[in-house]
């Protein structure tokens, strides 16, 4: 079974931090591009962060370049993304979406996880 699970989700302050994993299972995460979305109350999904197989090319949102960080360790079949400088606008549900095609920041991924939710307020 081809699953993406997320966690490390929470509540924290105006500037701080949080570390998001998503862990896969049933496919080998070397072949597979990994994306983040994230999706407020109200709002479309968007694209967060992604990055491709192989080469490991990372992409960033404008909203969120020089705070967050994507990293993907194959060996634990994990993607991590680093969030820092929290704002309350990055308030959302995230997801993991995994695809053998790197399509980018756009949501047309084949698998996806449930989501984690992230909260930042004083």
């Known amino acids: 079974q081809l699953q993406l699970v997320e966690s490390g989700g929470g509540l924290v302050q105006p500037g701080g931090s949080l570390r998001l994993s998503c862990a896969v299972s049933?496919?080998?995460?070397?072949?597979?591009?990994i994306g983040w979305f994230r999706q407020a109350p109200g709002k479309e999904r968007e694209g967060v962060s992604c990055i491709n197989s192989g080469v490991n090319t990372t992409f960033y949102a404008d909203s969120v370049k020089g705070r967050f960080t994507i990293s993907r360790h194959n060996a634990e079949n994990t993607v991590y993304l680093q969030m820092n400088s929290l704002k309350p606008e990055d308030t959302a549900v995230y997801y993991c979406a995994a695809d053998p095609v790197g399509w980018g920041l756009d949501p047309k991924y084949e698998l996806w996880g449930q989501g984690t939710q992230v909260t930042v307020s004083s």
């Open positions: 049933g496919f080998t995460l070397d072949y597979y591009a």
